[in-house]
């Protein structure tokens, strides 16, 4: 099922789609967002589901550095904050990068994990995937914030 990726449209058609299925709950990357995990749990009691929220308020610099350390290739995708430029479009995360987006975050206040809207992310590859994705790209920057678009 596709969605418009309405604001509140969105966990209704997640909805729609997961009450088609056979399961017993769902498991989402909520670390701090309460609206996000509200809405969830709130969906997931109306379909009789357990929410499941692992990463639920753990430390960010700890989040991030497991993600690192444990070959996740995350790559950021977008950012509007400032300590973010345009060079950090399209860059993976790995121990150097985490570690000056780190220091960026401390000097201007953003969370390191990006769960402020900072920036954001696509995994493009893991331990739980088989392959890499290999992305063609475009940058779009206004001289404060940017995101990817891929071809």
């Known amino acids: 099922m596709r969605t418009q990726g309405i604001a509140e449209a ?26 996000q995990k509200t809405r969830l749990e709130r969906m997931c009691h109306e379909l009789d589901i357990v929410s499941f929220t ?32 345009s060079e950090w479009l399209g860059c993976i995360l790995d121990n150097d990068s985490l570690g000056e987006l780190s220091r960026l975050a401390d000097k201007y206040r953003f969370h390191v994990d990006g769960e402020g809207g900072e920036y954001e992310t696509l995994v493009i590859s893991g331990p739980h995937m088989k ?21």
């Open 10 to 35: 969105e966990v209704e058609d997640l909805k729609v789609a997961l009450s088609k299925l056979k399961i017993d709950g769902i498991v989402s990357g909520a670390i701090r967002s309460d609206y």
């Open 54 to 85: 692992p990463l639920w308020h753990q430390s960010s610099i700890s989040h991030m550095t497991n993600l690192v350390s444990n070959g996740f290739k995350v790559m950021i995708t977008g950012v509007s904050c400032e300590g973010l430029g």
């Open 131 to 151: 392959g890499e994705l290999n992305l063609d790209y475009q940058k779009h920057w206004d001289g404060v914030r940017g995101h990817l678009t891929f071809s």
